[in-house]
C-alpha cells in the first residue's frame, strides 16, 4: 500500500500535466520559473 502512495506522489509530481501551468509538470513549472 505505502509503495502505491509513493508512486502516485511521484506520478503527480513528476509526470501529470496541468493546462494551468502551461502543459508542465508541477516539478517543470517550478524549475522553470526559478
Known sequence: ???Q???YIE???NDRIKLKLNGLSPVNYRTQAA
Open 1 to 3: 500500500m505505502r509503495q
Open 11 to 13: 506520478y503527480y509530481n
Open 5 to 7: 502512495i509513493v508512486k
